[in-house]
Structures are given as C-alpha cells and as structure tokens.
C-alpha cells in the first residue's frame, strides 16, 4: 500500500509525470541515516513532552534502530512511490513499529525543518572529512619543501620570468591557500552547527518539543533562532559550496603550474608512473591526468556553486520546493573532491623536480635587474633612477646577446657612474635569495621557517 505524508485532501494519487519529477530518493538517500538519527532525537522530545509512554518511546527506538539496520545492509529501500527520504523512512518505520505507533513520529517536525536539519548534519561530517584531505594534500606539499630546501627556480609574473625563487617558497605558497580553505570551513561550522529541528514547517511547534535537547542529541551547539529562518534559507549550504569551490580553484591553479612544468618546452618535473597515464596512440606519451582533471573537475565544483547560488536567490520565506534543489550540488562537490584530493596528493608527494634545469634557468630573463636597481637604492640611488639604470643594463645586455653577470667593469661604469663593481655581489642566484630575508620573503632562512610555521599549522588541525 501507498504511504504519502500528504494524501488527506487529495482525491487521489499524483500523475506518473509529477511523481518522476517530484522523486528525490535518487540523490537524497544518502541522507537516510541522518534522518534517523533526526526521528531518534524526535521521539525523545516527544516522550518528554508527554506524547509518547516511554513503552512507546522504547518500541519506537527500538524499531528505527531496526529500520537503521535494514537501511545499512540494503535491505529497506525507497520505492518509486516514496517522494523522499522522509517519506521512505516513514513507511520503513511504519512498517515496522505499526501503523499506530508509527504514524506518532511526524507529530511537530515537518519534512521542511527535518531536510533543513540533515544537509547541515551531512554537511558538517563531510566537511570534516574533505579538510584532513586537504590537509594530507598539504602535507605533501610540505614534504616536497622540506626535500628542496635550497633549489631555486625561476618565479614568474604574468607568466614571464620575474625573479629567482625557492622551489620550496613556491611550493609553500600553494600549501597557504590550501590552509585557508581548511580554517573556511572549521569557521563555516560554528554556523552550521544550528539545527533547524522544531522550526516544523516554518512557525515553530505547539507541542512543547524542546528544540535544545533535539540538537544537543544531534550534536549541534544549539537550535536556530528563527524558525522561518531554518527553514527557508540556505546560505550555510551555499557557504559550503564556495568552500569546496575555493578548494577546487586552489588544485587547479597548482594543477596549471604542474601541466606547464610537465612540458618538454619547461622540464621541471616527472610524474611518477603510477600519478600518469598513457596515450592509446602515441606510445611515447606520459600525460598529467590528474592534474587536468583537477583543473576540469573545479569548473565542474564551480558550477555547483553558481547553481546553487541562482537557485536560492528569488526566494520568498519561508521553504519552497526549489530548495530540493540545494543537495545534488553539494553532493556532487563532495563526490568530486572526496577522488579527487586523495589522487592529488599522492601526484604531489611522487613529484620527482629537476632541479639542476630549474636552478640553471632562474637567472634567466633578466630576472635579476631588480636586484641591481634595489642595490643602486642601497647605495643611496632614488629608485626612479635606479629602476632606469638596472633597465639600461638590460637593454645593453639584450642587444649584445649577453647576460647581466656578463658586464665588465667598464661597461657598467659606461651604464651607469653609480654602478662601481661591487655590484656583481647581487648578480647571483643565491646572493638575490639571500637578499630577500623579511618575514615572508624567499630567503633560505625565511623559507625554512615559513615551512616550519606550515608543518605547525597542518598539525594543530
Ligand atoms: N524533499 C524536500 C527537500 O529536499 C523536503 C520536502 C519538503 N516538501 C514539502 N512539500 N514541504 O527539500
């Protein structure tokens, strides 16, 4: 027989077409142990307030802890008839505690403040979940730091050569990022950790169900403030969103870097084979998979953002069925990033850098005039004049096909008065690093402190 949570003053049953449409068990099952854990916490408040004996309370306990069991092993399922989550559990329930004891539950919790109170409940485990796997991606790259704590490499601007780098500043400056998204969300969960149970519909309940002790019972620091609210708004879920997004855009701005020094062109890195994939063609070719997925997977988290942010923005209060909406979105996020990351990492940690190639190409490009402009200024130089001399060395050099280091005394001393040759000191790799040794700054001192502060931070989590 059909069990609807809605069919009193319908005359009969609803279309095949409004029920395909309508159906969500296909995505929001996932959330059937949490809406048990909700109907748990529910049937507790309901025996305080009186509404059930405890008899009732304990065979009511008793069957969903069954139901839960039934659940887990795959042997309760949702049916096409079931419109949801909620409406499944609830013929599992009844079928199980009787339609008497049973068809007590719903009394003061409406579908609208139960899926309120579950994406949030979902939402806080997986996020907690996805941020020790960033931190694991983290960890790799700390550890690739921590190998390469001297090797420069060419740092760019506008993807031209800047100024020389360490391998393990550049490393570290994606791990920061990456810290962040994981601080989003431990900030994200002091808002989600409301729980809109004993919103109901959107007023409130009449029963005296106490709303503190559901969401103590469920974990949350404390129930919502305002009923409408908990119901109707969605902004923690979309908050979540732009946390995995965020995470996304941050693989993939590191995934661009890892495909560009995959090149032949750049030859900075190998993959380790079991981080590569083939070509069915080309038997020569070792491509970085991984890092394009990652690159194409954040388009894809993205867009689950930016859906989930037009879905919500016309919204009148209180709850509308666009917000059946707000899951697959989030979902799909977590899906993404719960492969993508682990895969990510270990691309990370199997990294095998060329470091020579790097080290050889870091002063290339001129990149070390501005260091002869910022010792001109140390020479008493204003750098207006300086960064017009340290332009006149390059200009010199480019047009004879030499380098910076390949001035002689006398040519410098033709560029410039001020350019005596103690000036040479900076045209180094090492002495433009060594150079560069406030807080921040990519000195080798610095560097190995900032890894230290990074391996601390990766730690407290
Ligand atoms: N399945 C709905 C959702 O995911 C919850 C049900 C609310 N339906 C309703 N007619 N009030 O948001």
Redesign the pocket.
Known sequence: ERVSL?GGRFAGGPSRELQALSQ?THF?WRLAPYDIAGSRAHARVLAQAGLLTSDELTGMIDALDRLERDVAAGEFLPVLAD????TALERGLIERAGPELGGKLRAGR???D??ATLVRSFLREQARTLANLVLDVVDALVEQAAAHPSAPMPGRTHLQHAQPVLLAHQLLAHAWPLLRDVDRWIDWDVRAARSPYGSG?LAGSSLGLDPVAVATDLGFDGPVENSIDGTASRDVVAEFAFVSAMTGIDLSRFSEEIILWNTKEFGFVRLDDAYSTGSSIMPQKKNPDIAELARGKAGRVIGDLTGLLATLKGLPLA?N?D??E??EPVFDQVDTLAVLLPAFAGMVRTLTFDTDRMAALAPQGFSLATDIAEWLVRQGVPFRVAHEVAGACVKFCEDRGIELWDLTDAELAEISEHLTPDVRAVLSVEGSLASRDAVGGTAPARVAEQLDAARARSAEY
Do not use: G, P
């Open positions: 809605w969500s929001d419109e949801d989550v909620h409406s579908r609208n139960q899926i519909a709850y069925r917000l059946q707000d899951k």
